[in-house]
């Protein structure tokens, strides 16, 4: 009798184990859609690692614990992520170069610094995914062209603060921060300036530049219109260099440049005719895209 009794606890006990180790048609199918990702992934692949994780999300916690190829899909977004990561950063990088620049666009100098980080990705990567990474051959033309950008800002910065330092000769004031909006306008390259200072006692104060000029040889126009590079208050929030400069201008490489320039100031009645344009634009219409100087 005891043996019996054994025999069908024996049974009963394995109908429950099996029963416990048993996978639901769901289970199945989503090790199916993680199979059918294949080894190869790449871009390609979004499509059907969408399809798999979406399954698995759906699955119960329990039927979860049973999908026995998850570890696969895991790896398979991770790749792919990477890869269409560093595709969307390159592409960014060399549609951006040649666009207009604003607060709503992009980092100039942020994406110069993300440069070496991409290519050390891009030499990782086998020779089939390299092949899936769109514009990598156009990347170096677009970083030595941002690098311009950076340059050429860093030029006009310097212009920016020697007019800032002949205007307030002798005043004792201390330049601790520039900020630049640089924009593209057909193929010219605008720049808006912004600086913080400090006077005798400390204080800080904001100077903003309310017309944008073009290059660096604009010093005697900066000394001759101080009223609309050095204003108090910027033309509109987006001129607000200081909160969305997309150049980073070296504060202590652009006074150190200034302080080698030599000028030969112009009285403000001898200003160039595209300043005081720049003035009357600034006045009727205070926007970006209406403020010019030359």
Known sequence: MKKIILAIF???????????????????????LIKAIGSDVGLESEEAISAAQEAYDNLTDEEKDKVGNYKKLEKA??????????????AQMVDSAGTSFSKDDFDVSGLIGQYEEMVSV??????????????FDQLEDAVAQLKDYDTAAQEAAAAYVKGFMEVYKGKGYTITAVGCIKQIREDKEYHFFSLTYKDKEGVEHNAYSTARFVGANVINTIIARPDI????????EDTDCLKYGNVAIDVEAAVAAAEKMTVDAVPASTAAPETTQAAEETTAEPAAETT???
């Open 10 to 32: 024996v049974i009963v006990l394995s109908a429950v184990l099996l029963t416990a180790c048993g996978k639901t048609e769901a289970t199945k199918q989503v090790e199916a």
């Open 77 to 90: 977004k991770e790749k792919y992520d990477k890869l269409a990561g560093l595709n969307d950063y390159i």
């Open 122 to 135: 891009y030499e990782g990567l086998k020779d089939d995914e390299k092949a899936q990474i769109v514009g």
């Open 229 to 236: 590079f050095f204003a108090a208050e910027p033309a509109t």
């Open 292 to 294: 010019t100087a030359g």
